[in-house]
C-alpha cells in the first residue's frame, strides 16, 4: 500500500526537542522530493521545509529556520524532522507529503504540544 | 513569507457553482505556473485536488478545475454535493525552492 506514516510528536516542555518520523511505503521513496507541513488546533496549513531527492537541498519558513532540521535517510525510506528550541507557537499536528506535481500523498500527522 | 489571501468562507447550495479565489504576488501566484488546492474534511488530512494550476489528478472529479490570471489563483467547484463541504487551501511555490499557503476557506452547502 501507498502511504506515509508519521510518528514521534508527543508533549514537550519549551525549549525542548522531538525528532519527527515519516516512515514511506508503497513507491519509491528516493525519487520524491518530501516536505514537512504542519496545522495549529484550528488554524491553517502551514508549510515548514521541503527535502530534495538526494538530500542536499533543504529549505524552511523563516519561523523555523535554525530550530528545525530536515532529513532523510533513502536506505531506511524515511523521513526526519528534528525540532528543536520548541516555542508554545509550534503546536501542531506535523503532516509529512511526497511531491510529485502537488503535495499527493500525506500522512495522517502526528501531533506536538508545547506546554510546561 | 506572508500567506496567500483566501476568504474565509463561501457558500453555495446543491448544484451550484462556487469559485474561491487565492491572490499571492508575482514572486509567488504570478510567477510560478505550480499553485495547487487542497480539500481537508474535519480531522482528516489534507487532499490534493488541482495542481500545476489546472490540472487534476486521477480519481479527483472533474466538477473541480482551476485557473489563474495574473497573481490571483482560482479553484471552482461545479454542481456543488454536499460531501464538498470541508476547507480549501492553496498553495503556490515561492522564491528558493518554498511553499506557501492560503488561510483557507470553509466551503459550506447549503
Known amino acids: 500500500e501507498v502511504q506515509l506514516v508519521e510518528s514521534g510528536g508527543g508533549l514537550v516542555q519549551p525549549g525542548g526537542s522531538l525528532r519527527l518520523s515519516c516512515a514511506a511505503s508503497?513507491?519509491?521513496?528516493?525519487?520524491?522530493?518530501m516536505h514537512w507541513v504542519r496545522q495549529a488546533p484550528g488554524k491553517g496549513l502551514v508549510w515548514v521545509s521541503l527535502i530534495d531527492t538526494d538530500g542536499y537541498t533543504t529549505t524552511y519558513a523563516d519561523s523555523v529556520k535554525g530550530r528545525f532540521t530536515i532529513s532523510r535517510d533513502n536506505a531506511k525510506n524515511t523521513l526526519y524532522l528534528q525540532v528543536n528550541s520548541l516555542r508554545a507557537e509550534d503546536t501542531a499536528v506535523y503532516y509529512c507529503?511526497?511531491?510529485?506535481?502537488?503535495?499527493?500523498?500525506w500522512g495522517q500527522g502526528t501531533l506536538v504540544t508545547v506546554s510546561s | 513569507q506572508s500567506a496567500l489571501t483566501q476568504p474565509a468562507s463561501v457558500s453555495g447550495s446543491p448544484g451550484q457553482s462556487i469559485t474561491i479565489s487565492c491572490t499571492g504576488t508575482?514572486?509567488?501566484?504570478?510567477?510560478?505556473?505550480?499553485v495547487s488546492w487542497y480539500e481537508q474534511h474535519p480531522g482528516k488530512a489534507p487532499k490534493l485536488m488541482i495542481y500545476d494550476v489546472s490540472k487534476r489528478p486521477s480519481g479527483v472529479s472533474n466538477r473541480f478545475s482551476g485557473s489563474k490570471s495574473g497573481n490571483t489563483a482560482s479553484l471552482t467547484i461545479s454542481g456543488l454535493q454536499a460531501e464538498d463541504e470541508a476547507d480549501y487551501y492553496c498553495c503556490s511555490y515561492a522564491s528558493s525552492h518554498t511553499l506557501i499557503f492560503g488561510g483557507g476557506t470553509k466551503l459550506t452547502v447549503l
Open positions: 508575482s514572486s509567488d501566484v504570478g510567477g510560478y505556473n505550480y
Open positions: 508503497g513507491f519509491t521513496f528516493s525519487s520524491h522530493r
Open positions: 507529503a511526497r511531491d510529485g506535481g502537488g503535495l499527493g500523498l
